[in-house]
Each structure stands twice: as structure tokens, then as C-alpha cells.
């Protein structure tokens, strides 16, 4: 039995019995409590000393019995006696109930967080005369509000370092929170945006998508949507690429974050591409792909309606010797004001196309050959007025040459080939004129045909020929890469440029044959540099579409690369943005050739449909910015900011640059300052023949 308890046994009245009882529970509570309770004696001064103090207080620290009628002083180690004689003091001052948290250090050397609250009892002068102190360890739930405080900080890390805007809103759209980011994305203080309704930082004309969203949101589902366009302070539009998640509190959505990530300038670019990609930068007609486009949208759409077609293929006469005589640059006023001109010719069924060079085509729906007519009469007279150029007039004609869907042919190769050969019977008959194609025209005698009959017999009768570009290091003015560049010479046309006849080799397959051979004569010669004992260099080859997609692309490669013992990394693949199209396909090829370890570009980037955030996807390594970009940086300026932005996007996705067709000092600036990696073009040199390569750029291998 505890010795506490037996006190009951003793007789007494009922008054005594109760006391007892009493001072029974007050001693079992003081014994059994787990707080440490100190009662002080308060005498003048304020001197404080111990009266009491529970077994808890004695156990649990450092306080011993034998403290009993010292003071704090005489107690306790000087910082703690001070520290605690504050409290003391602050009571006697107050004469009230005070509470304070403080660490406590255990005998064990544990350190605890407690709480103590002191209570005076006051005598009937109003005087402080004890003061009880009862100490809890409230260690678990102060750790547990600093776990708390340092979880709620990682969280907070989350949205306040992000470099996204994030927004929190309640479930009505009210904003309640914003980061730094957010800001700076719109312009607005946090002071502006907090208490504002979300919607209003969207468009006018995203709001219902955006409502949508919301909605969505608030039921559970987590939400994305990119492009939404969004308000700056100063006007600007920006585009968003916008994240929503529900905020779920006890199984309940609350509210909403809005992560949102600033992509307008990825957008603006892509958009740009696209737009340059379907329009001829010079004359800002739509090219053509855009032509292709619209035909098969055209044949389509006259299939339905049992309607013909008429395709009309112009060229311009003696535009190449106005162009040699009067300079490049009046050349391209001129072919600027025919532009013009045919555009000029308003219709809904009309429409018109740059096709290349001094070649323009034509598109009429709803077509017969009295409309034809009527259409190619008015253009041909359109180009026949005088032209202005540099205050002086000139003269010059048209050649026109008209196919018709379906009479001519169904798909659109065959009709451009028949206005084509059309085109050339006006040439031979003196120009200036139109004709539509007819069956009794022999279509052996146009050019593009000449053309094909040639290059199918050009590998075995010699006339191909390679020359070599240099391309030079921007950071260290070495030139340690070339690009091959195909040339023939034809017995009779003499020479004809590759942009003539590689789009022939491809549309008619010649070019399986002729890109094999370009790839076993790079290896050859590299082989042979070799031997020479020349350092090596790096060659790039050129892949047309339907070469990169051919079955047995990488089987050529790799046996040419075998049995010449070239090395891998000196060989780099030139593919267009167009082979990329079919992304499976290609990707399937790129990684191949990647395996395999030569370089990929992709060249003339910009003329094509792809995105930079499309290419991401590829195992790229360089991007060459097609010339038509670096002929109008320093003339253009969107076309600079274009530039400049491809190339920052394109260096953040870790590609080597390599700008094309440099001509000019300035231009080299401008492509030095953006940090471009590479450069090619006429102001180096010229493609040269072997020979003429080595002599200037080849150094010998030192022993
Ligand atoms: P590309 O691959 O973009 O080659 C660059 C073209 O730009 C070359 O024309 C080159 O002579 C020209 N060029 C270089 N620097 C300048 C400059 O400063 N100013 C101007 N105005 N032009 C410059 P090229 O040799 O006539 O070749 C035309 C295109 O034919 C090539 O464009 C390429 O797409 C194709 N090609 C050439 N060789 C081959 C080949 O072996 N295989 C395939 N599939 N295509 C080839
Ligand atoms: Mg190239
Ligand atoms: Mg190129």
C-alpha cells in the first residue's frame, strides 16, 4: 500500500476527514503529475527561493532538494538564474499569470522545449508573496510545428523559386497568391493581382477556354492547355503555356494553382517559320509548298464538283540577262513589281505562286479554256508594260504555258510537268506568248526532260563531278570542315546547277543512285587524303528526303565508311527539315546514323515546316540557318530578331549553329556577335574543286 494513502485510516471529524483527502490528492497529484512544479518564496528584492518543488523537478533536472531555501542565485549557474529571475520579476511587476517557452537541458544532457506558467499568490497587502511555476515538456509539439514550418517552406521554395508564374485562387477565381515570377510574366504588382479575378488576366477571346479549364479544375481534374494568350500591363500580348491543379484540402477542392510558363517567343517563332515556310521571302508571295497545298486542295475540291482546273506556268524572258547587266539587287525590284503585278489580278478563283527564280504559277478554279485565255492574256500584258526600274523604263515579256485538270493529268507533278513543256514549246517558238499543252507536244523535248534523260547516263558517262565548301570555325578561324557540293557538266547545257537538277533526281528517283555515289566518292577521297598524310577533315554530305528514307541508306554508309576506313566523327549528314516530316520514320533513321557516329544537320533551317521544339525530339547536332535568313539580317530587322531567337533556342538545346551562304563582312559580324558557331559562304571562298582545296586548306600531318 503506498504510504501516501494510509493517512486515510486516521479517525477524525468529517471537516479534518475532507482536509486530509485533500492534501491526500494534492500530494498524489503533485507526485504522479509528469509537469515540474516549483513553488518560490518572493521576498524583497525581488530575492526568489525555493519553497518546493515535485519529484518530477527534482528528477528531471538539475535542481536538487538541497536547493530548498537558496536563491535562484545561489542555485542555479548565473545565465539560467538571471534568465529565469526576468520571469520572476515580470510576475511581481505584473502580479498576474505569465507564461513563457524556453530549452530546457535534462541532467542527461537531453535539451527539451518546455513551457512554464507562473502564478503569483498574493497576500492581502497586494502583495507578490509566492509564486508556483509549473514547467510542461512540450518538446513533441514544438518539433512537430517546426516540421510543419519546414514542410510548409519546401512548399513554398516550390512556387517562390519557381521561374514559372505560379498563382493560387480560391474556388471563385479570387487570386490569393502569387510569386515573384508571375510579376515579372505580366507586369502587374502582387499588390494588383492578389483579390482580382484570374479571368481577367486572359484575352477577351480565351475566356470561355479558360472558364472551361477551370471548371474542370475544381472538380479534380488537373488541367493543361498551351497558347492561351494573356495581358501584360503594357499591352502585350503573351502566350502562355498554362498548368492547372486542384488544391485538395480534407477531400475537397478549395481552390486552384495556376502554373503558367511564358513560351511566346517559342510560339511567335514557330508561327513565323511556318509563315516563311509557305511564303517566298523575296516576294512575299505564297511559294511553293504553298502551291502544293492549295492544288490538292483545288483538284479536290473540282473532283466534287465535276469542275476543271487550269495551272499556268509563267517565266519571265531574258530575265537572266536583265539581271546579269543591271545587278542582282534591280533583279529582284523587278521581280518584286511582277509579284505585284500577277497579284495584283484579283479574283476569288485566282491565285498566285512563286515558283522559283524568275518562274511564277498560276492557279484558277472553276476553270475553262476561254477563262484560261482570257486570265493568261491579261497576265502576259501585265508584264509586258513598262517596268521603273532606277528611273529608267524596261521591257520585257512572259512565257506561259497551261495545263487543265483532269484533261491533262490528276495529281500535281503531272500538271506542272505539262504547263511545263507547254512553257517550253512558247520558248521555242519565240516567247511572249501562251499555249495550253497537248498531247502531240512530245514531252521528251522540255527541258526537265532533257534534263532526266541526262543524269540517267551522267555517273557512267564522268560528268559528275564533287567541289568542296569550306566552313569556318567562328571561336578558331580554322576551317577543318567542308561541304561536298555536287556538280555536272552537261556535254551540251554545260553546266547545270544542282538546285536545276536535284529536285529532277529526286522526283524520279535518279537520285538513289547519284547520292551513293556522291557518299562512295567523299569516302574514297577521304581515304585518299589519308594516305596523303593530310590532317583530317570533317566532310558534310548532303542527304535529299527521298535518299535519308531510302531502305538502304545506312547499309551504303557504313560500307562505304568500312571499306575506306574513315572514321565516323569526320562524317556529317546534311538532311533537310522536309525528310523530317514522317517523324517515326526519320527519327528511326537518326538514331540509326547516330549509332553508327557520324554528325547530323539539318540544313537550310528556316524554309521548312519544322518547329525547334519539333527537332528537339531528334538526335540533332548542328543547324544550319539557311541562307535567305542571313541575306536579310542586316536589311530586316524581323528577320534579325528571327534569327537572333533561333539561334538562342537553338544553342539552348546544345546544337552547334552554322550560318549559310555569309557573303559579306557585315553579315559575319552579326553572326560572330550572336556567338554562331560555324560559317560558310561566298565571303571565305567559293565551292571549290578538289585540287584547289587542298592547296589552300589542307595542312600535313606532322611527325
Ligand atoms: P545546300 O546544301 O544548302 O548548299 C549550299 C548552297 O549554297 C550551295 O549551292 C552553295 O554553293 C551555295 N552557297 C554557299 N555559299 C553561298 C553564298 O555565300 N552565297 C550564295 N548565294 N550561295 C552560296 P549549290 O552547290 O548550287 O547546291 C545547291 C543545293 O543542291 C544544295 O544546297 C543542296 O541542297 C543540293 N545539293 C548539292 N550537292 C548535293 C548532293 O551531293 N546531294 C544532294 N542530295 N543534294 C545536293
Ligand atoms: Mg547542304
Ligand atoms: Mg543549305
Known sequence: MDEITKILHIDGNEEEQRNKIEQIMCQILLKHVTDLIYVMKVESGPIF???????????????????LGKTLQAALDKSLATHLQ????????????????????????????????LTPIIDEHNQVKYIVSITRDISKSVLEKQRLLESEQRYKSLVDQNLDAVLSVDENGVILNVNESTCSLIGW???????????????????????????ETLKGFPQEKIGLSIHHKNGNEIIGHVKTIPIVIDNRVVGIYLIVKDITDQQKLDEMLKFMAFHDHLTGLPNRSSLRENLMKSIKSAKEKNEKVALMYIDLDRFKFLNDSLGHNMGDVLLKDVAIRLSNIEDDVYSVYRQGGDEFIVLLKSASRVKATTYATRILEEISRPFILDGEEYYISGSLGISLFPNDGEDIETLIKCADTALYRVKERGRGHFQFYSKDMHAGSSYAMTLETGLRTAIERNELQLYFQPQIDLNTRQTTSFEALLRWNHPTLGFVSPGEFIPIAEE???IISIGEWVIKEVCERMREWNSQNYQPVTIAVNLSPKQFLQANILEVIQSEMERNGIQPSTLEFEITEGSMQDSKEALDVLN????????????????GFSSLSHLQHFPIDTLKIDQSFVREVLSDKKNAAITTTIIHLAQSLGLTVTAEGIETKEQLVFFEKMKCDKAQGFYFSKPLPEKEMIDRYFKRKTV
Not at 527561493?49 to 536547493?67: D, G, H, R
Request: negative net charge; glycine residues 6%.
Open 86 to 117: 526576468h520571469h520572476y520579476e515580470f510576475v511581481v511587476k505584473h502580479k498576474d499569470t505569465h507564461t513563457f517557452q524556453d530549452k530546457v537541458t535534462l541532467p542527461n544532457g537531453e535539451e527539451i522545449y518546455g513551457e512554464s506558467i
Open 592 to 607: 540509326r546514323l547516330k549509332e553508327v557516329g557520324v554528325g547530323i544537320a539539318v540544313d537550310d533551317f528556316g524554309t
Open 189 to 215: 504588382d502582387t499588390i494588383d493581382l492578389v483579390d482580382s479575378l484570374i479571368f481577367s488576366i486572359f484575352h477577351a477571346h480565351e475566356k470561355t477556354a479558360f472558364e472551361l479549364i477551370f471548371a
Open 508 to 510: 524520279t528517283g535518279i
Open 49 to 67: 527561493s525555493y519553497l518546493f518543488m515535485n519529484e518530477m523537478a527534482i528528477n528531471q533536472t538539475k535542481v536538487s532538494p538541497t536547493y
